[in-house]
Every structure is written in structure tokens, then in C-alpha cells.
């Protein structure tokens, strides 16, 4: 094993293995190291495994609601199948992971690092050898973990999403502990799989970063459609098991359930790292960085759920090529702001640039254009009628400045908006600009064709 880099990734996930492979595409000698799977909590118990459930959960959903089209006599799943179907796409994920880095001649080490001085790291390999390597760049992609409330103690019945991922069976009932896109997310493919969930939220309102028009549309379709219980304006006062039920005492108010999913939230994974042994800034628990990615030691870079950014797996990729590229001394490009962000629910939700609650609060004068999926002849073909497109505008410019979407496909159609944002585009060029029919993205065609 060599013990000389230019540029040593710790973490890989989708902001490390990114960081490492455009590293190595430069002409820097790059080693990554990985504790556990490649690919992060992303591909292994997040974005990807849920994905693939809600895809299945959707499909199930849909066969259901054709019934009285197709006159389907019998419809059933076996959720194994349907679990083993999602470890397969992990799998071939993941292993994908490593062919890109191998291929574009990354170093793999399996096992942790810990920083000796802010050249040299200590490795732990998972064939219980030890080492130092030294590097002339280094950067930190450990990511994140879940976060639990202290007084909350896991078991068998007590999980947290990490581990739901991990299970084979379906319990018949459910409570969800978070309405974050995590905890809501989850809630709505157990409750299209038939589970019966609670979910339970201490804030005001579920999602409650979003616009209320979007919140409205998801929460009407999770109490109407998919019999999901939501309390908010929640206190857990206490949760114990007893024998194979878990208590919970909300808000005075005792419930009982056969299992707890708690989705509260994620924190930076940085205890491994030893970062005391360097000069690491921490900002509200997370690494300070500057626009280009840059720690308080000038040829350490963190990026990731461990910096203070959208904890996205699209945002930590792009931190991770534009980190690459600024270490290499091939571009000085800042981090990319404009950052779309996607919610799995039942409907979908997409958005990107400031929301409606955001420009207001920012003072800016805007403008609302709006088109409901409903008189979309696209979605009234296909009977996925539900909710709508809308482009927040600044009033004297035109300028776009924010795009919301929620409906059938919500998480595909917010990428036109988010051109849109980022190219500072006005409202007359979205009308001016031909969009094929029929088709969903005509929606934001629609929203503005008559201004």
C-alpha cells in the first residue's frame, strides 16, 4: 500500500466517491476511504432503497385504483419479494460505485480515518491492519447518522430509518415519530402498502419548511386517500415497550402501537475523525467551510451532510466535482447555490430558489403563476390530476426567482424550473419557450401562456 496521495476522500458517498473519481480524472493520485458500504446512507439505507419501495408501493397503488378499468380480479404482493427486489438494486448500485472508481484509478481502502496532523491520517482497514498514509489534500465526506432523542431506546420494536430498510415483514400498524420528507416519505409507502401509520409531528404543521398550498395537497391525499392518522403540536412525554407493543404518552394522552419509526432528524458524523488533532472550525456542530469548500486548514476540504448545507445527496455531489476541481487548481468556481430539492411522497413535491414564505420574508414583491394538473390534458390521459405547478416572480422584473410543484412526476419536472432559476430566466421566455403536448412539463407552459 502506498502511503503518499495527492488527494485522500474520506467517506464514499455520493459527495466522496464524486470528489475522488474527478480527482483521479485531473491527474491526482487519490485514495478513498470507506468504514462501511460505497455509496453512503444514500444508496444503501436512504435515497435509493426508499425510492425503490415508494416505486413498488406506487405501482401497487395504481393496479388497485384500475380495478374498475381493467375489472383485475385478484391483486396481492409478498413484500419480501418486493424487499429482495430492493437489496438487488442496492447491490447493483453499489458495486457500480466501486467499478467507476476502480476503472478511473481510485485507490479503495475499506475502513476508517483519523487525522494525525493535517497531512497524515491513521487507518483502520477492515482486515484489522493499521496504517498511515499522507496526503497533500484531504477531503472530508463522512456524511451523516441518525439522530435519536436520548430517552428513546431501540429494540426490536423501536427503529429508527436506517434499520427500516433492513426489515423483511411489514407490521400490520406503525407510528412515525418526524413529518420531515423522511418521516413522511415512509408513511405514505406503508400506508399504499395497506400498514396502518400515525404520524406524529411536534411543529405546527407537517413539512413544514414548504408553502402551505403544497402541504395542503400532500396531507389531504395522506388522510383521505392513504388513511394516514397526523397529529401535530405534538410532546412525547415518554415511550416504553411492553412485551410486543410500544407506549407512547403524547401530549398526556396514551397510545399504543406495534411499532415506533423514529425520523427526527440526521447529525454529522465526525466522532471517528479525531478532528482535535487539527485546527477544524465547527459551526453548530458542523465543519465551517467557505464558498469553495474550504476548512479552517486551508488543504482540508469538507463537503456533505457534515458541512451546514442542504443535506442532499445531488448537493453533496456537486460539492463534491467543484471540490475536486478547486483542490486540482483547474477552476476557482464557487459552490452551487441554486439546489433543487425533491420529496418521495404520495404525491411527489419538487421545488427550487425561494419559496413563497422565504420572499416574503425577505420583503420581495412577487408574483404567483399557477396551473393545476387537473385541466392538464396529459394528466387527465393518464388520471393523475392531483396538484399543481406554480413560478414565484419577482413583480418588477419578471425574473424568476423560485418554482414549486406537486403532483405525478413533481421530483422529474422540477429540473426545467431549476434551469430556469439558475439562468435568472423571466417569465416571458418560459412563454415564449415551445414545450411538446402532451406532456406533464407543458404545465409550466400553462402557468404563464396568457400573462
Keep these: 500500500m502506498d502511503n503518499y496521495y495527492d488527494i485522500a476522500v474520506i467517506g464514499g458517498g455520493p459527495g466522496g466517491y464524486e470528489a475522488a473519481i474527478r480527482s483521479s480524472q485531473l491527474g491526482a493520485k487519490t485514495v478513498i476511504i470507506e468504514m462501511d458500504n460505497y455509496g453512503g446512507t444514500c444508496l444503501n439505507y436512504g435515497c435509493i432503497p426508499s425510492k425503490a419501495l415508494i416505486s413498488a408501493a406506487e405501482t401497487y397503488s395504481k393496479l388497485v385504483e384500475s380495478n374498475s378499468l381493467f375489472n383485475i380480479k385478484s391483486i396481492d404482493f409478498e413484500y419480501k419479494n418486493i424487499i429482495t427486489h430492493k437489496n438487488e438494486i442496492v447491490k447493483y448500485l453499489r458495486e457500480n460505485v466501486k467499478k467507476h472508481l476502480r476503472s478511473n484509478k481510485v485507490t479503495l481502502i475499506n475502513g476508517t480515518a483519523q487525522f494525525i496532523s493535517r497531512n497524515k491520517l491513521s487507518i483502520y482497514d477492515n482486515n484489522n491492519k493499521s496504517y498511515t498514509i499522507n496526503s497533500d489534500k484531504i477531503i472530508i465526506a463522512t ?76 396531507k389531504d391525499y395522506m388522510i383521505s386517500k392513504l388513511n394516514i392518522k397526523i397529529y ?70 469538507a463537503i456533505g451532510d457534515i458541512t451546514d448545507n442542504m443535506q442532499l445527496a445531488h448537493s453533496a455531489s456537486s460539492q463534491g466535482i467543484y471540490t475536486a476541481e478547486h483542490s486540482c487548481g483547474v477552476n476557482n468556481n464557487k459552490n452551487e447555490t441554486v439546489i433543487p430539492a425533491v420529496i418521495f411522497t404520495i404525491p ?82 418560459i412563454k415564449q419557450t415551445v414545450h411538446a403536448h402532451p406532456t406533464l412539463s407543458e404545465i409550466w407552459y400553462e402557468a404563464v401562456k396568457h400573462i
Design 348 to 429: 411527489e413535491i419538487g421545488y427550487v430558489g425561494l419559496t413563497e414564505k422565504q420572499a416574503k420574508n425577505q420583503g420581495i414583491e412577487i408574483k404567483i403563476y399557477k396551473y393545476y394538473f387537473k385541466n392538464l390534458s396529459k394528466s387527465i390521459i393518464t388520471g393523475d390530476t392531483l396538484g399543481f405547478a406554480k413560478w414565484i416572480v419577482e413583480k418588477n422584473t419578471n425574473q424568476i426567482i423560485g418554482a414549486s410543484v406537486v403532483g405525478k412526476n413533481a421530483t422529474d419536472l422540477i429540473s426545467e424550473a431549476t434551469i430556469a432559476v439558475r439562468e435568472e430566466l423571466t417569465i416571458n421566455e
Design 143 to 218: 456524511g451523516s447518522k441518525v439522530s435519536i432523542p436520548s430517552f428513546i431506546k431501540k429494540t426490536r420494536n423501536i427503529i429508527d430509518s436506517d434499520d427500516f430498510f433492513k426489515i423483511n415483514d411489514l407490521p400490520k400498524e406503525i407510528t412515525i415519530l418526524g413529518a420531515g420528507y423522511i418521516g413522511c416519505e415512509i408513511a405514505c409507502l406503508l400506508a399504499a402498502f395497506g400498514v396502518k401509520v400515525t404520524l406524529l409531528e411536534q411543529l405546527s404543521k407537517i413539512l413544514s419548511h414548504l408553502d402551505n398550498d403544497l402541504i395542503k395537497v400532500v
Design 232 to 301: 401535530e403540536n405534538t410532546t412525547l412525554n415518554n415511550v416504553t415497550l411492553n412485551r410486543d407493543k410500544v407506549k407512547i404518552n403524547i401530549n398526556k394522552q396514551k397510545f399504543n402501537t406495534e411499532m415506533l419509526l423514529v425520523a427526527t432528524g440526521r447529525i454529522p458524523m465526525l466522532e471517528l475523525l479525531k478532528i482535535d488533532n487539527i485546527n477544524l472550525k465547527l459551526k453548530n456542530k458542523f465543519i465551517e467551510i467557505d464558498e469553495y469548500n474550504q476548512t479552517s486548514e486551508a488543504n482540508i476540504y
